[in-house]
């Protein structure tokens, strides 16, 4: 009964590829996020959808495309990768009107 | 855009020590302050909270406190344990369409 889920957990991939990652909420949640982890553990916000529409999207170049087929669901496509994209993506939701954020295990993307 | 600088970045203690970190941010308008705990290789769990119309907050070992007019808040933990050791992040937010900052981290580090 795990309250967010992504998938994989870990991906290994070569440069120029094109990837996705899952993620799934089971807490009825409006609102889903994508964050970007580096190597230096910065929390960078990418994405933010509420209720399957785009509400943020902060710089991130547009080989990165978020994909929310409905509420529960938030995927992340990524194309194109880059060494550079090698980073831990976490997934996160938040309940309407509610303010704490329940975050995924995350996925660790290494890019070769 | 908010602006949030978090200290220290590293934090070394013997255990039973208390440990402080503390956040500073920028825009008068934030009335949500929570704080993260990451343990080594897993999700960013929120541990505690605060909102602005509140000075401070007590949960067992750890505390927050909050001061509105210089626009910083810290987070305390006393006698501290190795099973603290962990990044913990502070984060700032507003009601409504929620997108909180977070800060960069700060790696603790409990010696037994």
């Known amino acids: 009964d795990t309250a967010v889920s992504q998938t994989p957990k870990y991906l290994v991939t070569q440069m120029g590829n094109d990837k996705s990652i899952k993620c799934e909420q089971n807490l009825g949640h409006d609102t889903m996020y994508w964050y970007k982890q580096d190597s230096k553990k910065f929390l960078k916000i990418m994405f933010s959808?509420?209720?399957?529409?785009?509400?943020i999207n902060e710089t991130v170049p547009n080989r990165f495309s978020p994909k929310s087929p409905d509420k529960a669901h938030l995927n992340l496509h990524i194309n194109s990768l880059e060494l550079g994209d090698s980073a831990v993506y976490f997934c996160?939701?938040?309940?309407?009107?509610?303010?704490?954020?329940?975050f995924g295990p995350g996925t660790r993307l290494t890019v070769l | 855009g908010e602006n949030v600088e978090q200290h220290p970045s590293t934090l070394s203690v013997q255990e039973g020590d208390s440990a402080v970190i503390k956040c500073t941010y920028s825009d008068s308008a934030s009335n949500y302050f929570p704080w993260y705990k990451q343990e080594l290789g897993k999700r960013p769990q929120l541990i505690i909270d605060?909102?602005?119309?509140?000075g401070e907050k007590k949960d067992q070992r750890i505390a927050v406190t909050l001061n509105k007019t210089a626009k910083h808040f810290s987070l305390h933990i006393t006698e501290t344990q190795p099973e603290d050791s962990a990044v913990y992040f502070c984060a700032v937010g507003r009601g409504g369409s929620y997108i909180p900052t977070f800060g960069r981290g700060t790696s603790l580090i409990v010696h037994p």
């Open positions: 959808y509420n209720n399957k529409e785009l509400i």
């Open positions: 996160a939701s938040l309940s309407l009107g509610g303010v704490e954020q329940f």
């Open positions: 605060i909102r602005s119309n509140v």
